[in-house]
């Protein structure tokens, strides 16, 4: 479980410690519901959207904002848009993906 600031394009990062052999990735979402029934059910499970699910080879940088985005992208070696509001999303990397870090950055502000 993780939970994020008020940040621009806040991400979530996992070290492996070595290079493994990634088949796939289950993402699982929020699934509860804000007490207030004022606000929308789907109020925290929404702020995954949209969003990118991303591995590599070598370290992301740790930066917030900005082009920080764009720039983990561009060393990712196979990455996923998240763009639906679902309880899980089910990633299935192309054959043969060897990665050390998993990282998964929000598109926006949240």
């Not at 591995?55 to 764009?70: A, T, W, Y």
């Not at 990712?76 to 054959?95: D, E, F």
Request: overall charge neutral.
């Amino acid at each position: 479980c993780a939970s994020t600031q008020q940040d621009p394009q806040a991400w979530w990062e996992l070290d492996l410690d070595e290079q493994v052999l990634i088949h796939s990735i289950k993402l699982w979402n929020r699934t509860d519901e804000p007490l207030d029934f004022a606000m929308p059910r789907d109020k925290f499970s929404s702020r995954l959207v949209p969003s990118w699910l991303m591995v590599s080879q070598r370290p992301f940088e740790e930066l917030i904002g900005g082009d920080s985005l764009k720039r983990a992208l561009s060393i990712s070696i196979a990455r996923t848009h998240v763009t639906k509001n679902k309880k899980c999303t089910h990633w299935q990397l192309p054959q043969n993906t060897v990665a050390r870090y998993v990282r998964l950055q929000l598109e926006n502000f949240d």
